[in-house]
């Protein structure tokens, strides 16, 4: 951290995870030592960056000029309002849409459910930007524009070989973000990663199952340009070998 320049908070990760499984903020020494301490995997280290959260799904064909920008996901951290009568737990059970993750959010505030907030105090309830872990996901494809394409386009060809997948981006404000400016990438996720935006309870799940299939559709024809460029595949010995390995890891994850 010193090396770094960084400062408390800072986020810890799995090397090797997947929706939020393992994913910590930590704000002082004594956490960071208890999460290495209970850690049997290989953990990253990153700066914590506030701000808002979005993913950005891209693509493009090997041996294509540009890529494209192929969804965006708005991820909107659940906030509640006080009245300065309810205690949090309270408000929780009362929210129509928290109260459907009330077990996971009462686990995570546990040492505040019997606060009374202020009248209109605001109270987020998680701040790490994964479904599963309580965060709202919103198809952001208004927010596509021809200068966020073009920035997320040159920053993936400094990859070497990624064609396919989402960025996880945290920006200050909606209007940086259509710019194209000011962004910091907290995350990038290869080819089993998704177009999270078909999470928006506005999507069917015939939409949802649509935009999955035009996913791998791409995929796959990635894939067949690079055999045919002489990109050799993984075998299926290696493919069970990675699978078994990714398991191992997945289950030592806290949390």
């Not at 386009?153 to 209007?175: E, L, N, Y």
């Not at 340009?225 to 290696?238: F, K, L, Q």
Request: with cysteine.
């Amino acid at each position: 951290m010193r090396r770094h320049g960084l400062q408390f908070p800072v986020v810890l990760k799995p090397d090797a995870g997947q929706r939020g499984s393992g994913v910590a903020i930590v704000r002082s020494p004594e956490q960071l030592c208890e999460y290495l301490t209970h850690s049997s995997f290989p953990a990253i280290l990153q700066e914590y960056v506030p701000g808002e959260e979005y993913g950005v799904f891209y693509y493009r064909y090997p041996g294509s000029e540009r890529g494209r920008v192929f969804s965006v996901t708005e991820k909107r951290m659940p906030v509640l309002l006080g009245d300065g009568k309810r205690t949090l737990e309270e408000l929780i059970l009362a929210d129509d849409r928290a109260v459907c993750m009330s077990d996971f959010y009462l686990r995570k505030n546990s040492e505040r459910i019997q606060e009374v907030p202020a009248a209109g105090e605001s109270v987020q309830l998680v701040e790490i930007g994964t479904h599963c872990r309580g965060a709202i996901f919103l198809d952001g494809g208004e927010t596509i524009t021809p200068d966020l394409e073009e920035v997320i386009d040159r920053i993936a060809k400094t990859f070497d070989g990624f064609f396919f997948g989402r960025f996880d981006i945290r920006v200050p404000s909606r209007q940086d973000f259509r710019a194209g400016r000011n962004m910091k990438i907290v995350e990038l996720n290869g080819v089993t990663s998704e177009a999270t935006h078909i999470y928006d309870p506005k999507l069917s799940l015939f939409d949802a199952y649509r935009v999955l299939f035009q996913q791998w559709r791409i995929a796959f024809e990635i894939g067949d340009i690079n055999r045919a460029r002489g990109i050799r595949p993984a075998s299926v010995a290696e493919l069970v070998d990675a699978a078994r390995e990714y398991g191992r890891l997945a289950q030592s994850h806290p949390g």
